[in-house]
């Protein structure tokens, strides 16, 4: 059916509409009574020459209804719809009452480089960029399937960001899809700047420390989410996607775990989990035993570390938060000073203070020796954001360990496996394989078994199809 142009569908409406916008460019062809209207930074140059510039020079005004046949002009009938394709690179023509728009959009974007802070020694060297297109690109170069389907949603009354959502049919769980959708549809906020931003407002529990969702900048990492029933989210701008449901536990894994041999693989993934007890509990075992339990301490051990302590003038919960603050700063610059001399602040920083401090008395070697370890530890976890909440946890369980010693310590780590057993990621149990029990998972949870044991697919995204792979011999 033929549609019918609304009565704002006109040049001066559309040119009043950018009122005061002093980058829109208004060209105009006099000799065939036509208009454009674009953005040059929005537009490709090339692109732009051969498909406005240079048919417009050379033809004649009974030509135009013919060149407006071509493929590249889509006719609009909605004033709305012109505004919108202007904003997103198109140029808008107008000609005799009709306005088309030809997709020209080609901005200044960042090369596909390697991932800064997804670094690994096997696989893969590429990772998203700001360009939703390219980002899409490199999922499908990895994915060649029909059965990868896209929706896209728009996000944000002023920035109208895009969003798209990623699944591989008949692997998905609709329900997850069907719920993520309208979660994206009921938000109501001015502008969303990042993939991750996107995710807190519609996570199930938004007080949580822990997050929710899985952040990646890989595309060979988010391609295996798809493929094990997970739904990948994108949004324009963002060189994050955005993988749903999560696990806790899928934090501590990396893609080098898949890439080198299965032992291997098994022995950096407990060690990751090592790593977690002591970068939370560490500091805080110290402050306990120092505070309350000198008993625990090995006799051979405990002269040293009274002579060690002897001329601090603070409990030890004073000393082991004076020391994490401290390390906490020097971590924080570090990442915001410039890259050719944030190591050497972070290694200078942290050897000289350490040394003054225990020089002046305000703190043990001991503790050091503590602090430096929890703080090593937070690093062995793959992923940034569950870190951070980790690093947060530790503060929380010191107060506690300095208060009630042994007994603050395991209330502490009880209140948080509490906690995190309630948590859920789109509807998902947050906790699954371990609450609820789910033991023929555990063997691509805690350990990574060889890939011919690995036949089905997490329980945990309700998959309709949980058959991963047959192997045939």
């Known amino acids: 059916m033929k549609q019918t142009p609304d009565v704002t569908l006109n040049f001066q409406h559309i040119f009043h509409q950018f009122e005061h916008c002093v980058d829109l460019v208004h060209r105009t062809f006099p000799e065939i009574h036509t208009d454009i209207l674009y953005f040059p930074g929005l537009v490709s140059k090339s692109s732009f020459s051969s498909m406005i510039l240079q048919p417009f020079a050379n033809i004649q005004l009974q030509e135009l209804e013919q060149l407006f046949k071509q493929s590249q002009f889509v006719e609009v009938y909605h004033s709305k719809e012109v505004v919108v394709g202007i904003l997103e690179g198109k140029t808008a023509v107008f000609y005799q009452g009709k306005v088309f728009l030809v997709d020209v959009h080609g901005p200044k974007e960042r090369n596909v480089e390697q991932s800064e802070t997804e670094t690994v020694i096997i696989g893969p060297h590429d990772s998203f960029v700001e360009s939703l297109g390219t980002n899409l690109a490199l999922i499908r170069k990895r994915l060649k399937s029909s059965h990868l389907k896209v929706i896209e949603l728009s996000v944000g009354e002023v920035a109208k960001s895009r969003v798209y959502i990623l699944y591989i049919d008949g692997i998905a769980n609709m329900e997850f899809v069907k719920e993520l959708e309208n979660r994206i549809n009921g938000i109501e906020i001015s502008s969303v700047n990042d993939g991750g931003m996107l995710a807190q407002l519609f996570e199930d529990n938004p ?267």
């Open 207 to 473: 007080y949580s420390v822990f997050p929710q969702f899985l952040t990646t900048e890989r595309p060979d990492s988010a391609v295996s989410k798809l493929v094990g029933g997970r739904i990948i989210t994108l949004m324009d701008n963002s060189p994050t996607a955005v993988s749903l449901p999560a696990s806790f536990f899928e934090f501590f894994s990396s893609p080098d775990d898949y890439y080198q041999r299965w032992a291997l693989g098994t022995a950096l993934r407990l060690l990751r989990f090592l790593a977690l007890l002591i970068a939370i509990t560490f500091t805080a075992f110290y402050v306990s035993v120092t505070t309350y339990h000198y008993e625990m301490i090995p006799e051979s051990l405990l002269q040293t570390l009274v002579e060690s302590r002897n001329r601090v003038p603070f409990p030890p919960v004073y000393e082991a938060l004076l020391m994490e603050t401290m390390i906490e700063l020097l971590r924080e610059a570090g990442a915001r000073l410039p890259s050719k001399i944030a190591q050497t602040i972070g290694i200078v920083g942290g050897i000289v203070i350490g040394q003054a401090a225990v020089q002046a008395g305000l703190t043990s070697n001991v503790l050091i020796i503590a602090v430096a370890s929890s703080a090593i530890a937070s690093f062995v976890i793959p992923s940034y954001i569950m870190s951070a909440s980790l690093r947060l946890m530790r503060f929380g369980l010191i107060i506690m360990a300095g208060i009630w010693g042994n007994l603050g310590l395991i209330m502490g780590v009880a209140l948080i496996i509490i906690h995190i057993s309630g948590v859920t990621s789109l509807g998902a149990p947050y906790m699954i394989p371990v609450a609820p029990m789910k033991g023929a998972a555990w063997k691509d949870v805690f350990i990574r078994v060889p890939f011919a044991l690995l036949k089905s697919r997490p329980p945990q995204t309700k998959s309709p199809n949980q058959a991963r792979q047959k192997i045939r011999k």
